[in-house]
C-alpha cells in the first residue's frame, strides 16, 4: 500500500465501494487515465468478474493508450474487451464543431449498451470527477442521456484525491498527466481527419521519447503549436533542432513553442468569448449533474 489516507477521503472510498456494490454488475468505460483505472480497480475488487472494462478503439485514441489499457487491465486481474468505435465516420464529429465530444460518447455508449446486453450488466460507469464540472464538456449530456453512472463524481473525488487514493492502492498510473483523444488538438472548426489525426499522434509521440510527459501538440494545420509545463521548456530548447525536424518530416511546415505553457482545455478559452449560446446550457446540466 501506498500513502496514508485521511478521514475525508476514507469515507469517499467507502461510499465508492458501497455504491459499486449496490449495482451488482458494471461495465466501465476504461481509457487507461488514473481516474478510469481506479474506478476498474475499486470496481474489480468489490465486484470481481461481475466488472468488465471496455476501452473504445479509434483513429482519435493514440496506439500507446491503446496498448496501456490491456497492460493495466491485466495488471489489476479485472476482465477487459477493446471495442471499435466508428465516430470518426460521424460527419458532425469531424467537422469538429463545440459538440465534437457529445457525439464521441454517444458513439461509446451506444456501442457499449450492445455488450451490456452480452453480458448481462447492470449499468455502465465512468470516469468522471467533481472537477470536470467546472470545465466545457459536452460529453455529459451523453453520459445523462445514456443514464452512464459516475461513481467518483458521485463520492466526491478529487483529482487530487484521486491520485491519493490511486498511490495508497500502488497503482502504476497513479502520477498519470491528464490526456484526451487526439481530437483534442485541433481547434473547433478545423475539419479533422484520419491523416491529420495520425500526424499529431505520431509527433506527440516524439515529444514523449524526450522524457516530456504533460504537453500538447495542438495542430493548427500546417502549423504545430507545443504547449509544455514551464520547467520542461529547456528540454525543448535543448531539442529544438531534433523536434523541428521530426515534425516537418510528418508534415508541419511551421512548429511553434506556446510560452503560456500547457493548459487543459486550452482549445476551449475561444469558446469563452464567442459560443455562450453553446456553451451556457451544457455548463448548466453538469452543474445540475453536480449537485
Known sequence: MGHVMDGALDKKYQ???DDLRAMGSVLVAFSAGVDSTLLLKVASDVLGDRVLGVTGVSDSLP?????????????MGARHRYIDTEEI?????????????????????????????????????????????????????????????????????????????????SLPNADKPSLACLSSRFPYGDHITVEALNQVGQAEAFIRTLG????????????????????????????????????????????????????????????????????EPLLSIQQMDSN
Not at 496506439?63 to 495488471?75: C, F, I, S, T, V
Not at 469531424?94 to 458513439?107: D, I, L, S, W
Not at 501538440?217 to 523541428?244: F, G, Q, S
Open 212 to 279: 516530456i510527459k504533460q504537453f500538447r501538440v495542438r495542430h493548427h494545420k500546417n502549423l504545430a503549436r507545443i504547449e509544455v509545463d514551464p520547467h520542461d521548456l529547456p528540454t525543448i530548447i535543448d531539442y529544438h533542432d531534433d523536434i523541428v525536424s521530426h515534425l516537418k518530416t510528418l508534415g508541419y511546415t511551421y512548429i511553434t513553442l506556446d510560452l503560456e505553457g500547457y493548459r487543459a482545455g486550452a482549445m476551449n478559452e475561444v469558446l469563452k468569448k464567442r459560443e455562450p449560446a453553446i456553451t
Open 15 to 17: 461510499r465508492l465501494q
Open 89 to 169: 465516420h460521424n460527419a458532425q464529429y469531424m467537422e469538429n464543431n463545440p459538440r465534437r465530444c457529445y457525439h464521441c460518447r454517444n458513439e461509446l455508449y451506444t456501442q457499449m449498451k450492445q455488450v451490456v446486453q452480452q453480458e448481462g450488466a447492470a449499468f455502465i460507469c465512468e470516469g468522471s470527477i467533481v472537477d470536470d464540472v467546472d470545465d466545457f464538456r459536452p460529453g455529459m449530456l451523453a453520459i445523462r442521456e445514456h443514464e452512464v453512472r459516475s461513481p467518483l463524481k458521485d463520492a466526491g473525488f478529487t483529482k487530487a484525491d484521486v491520485r491519493t487514493l490511486s498511490e495508497h492502492l
Open 63 to 75: 496506439e500507446e493508450e491503446k496498448n496501456e489499457a490491456g497492460d493495466l487491465a491485466r495488471w
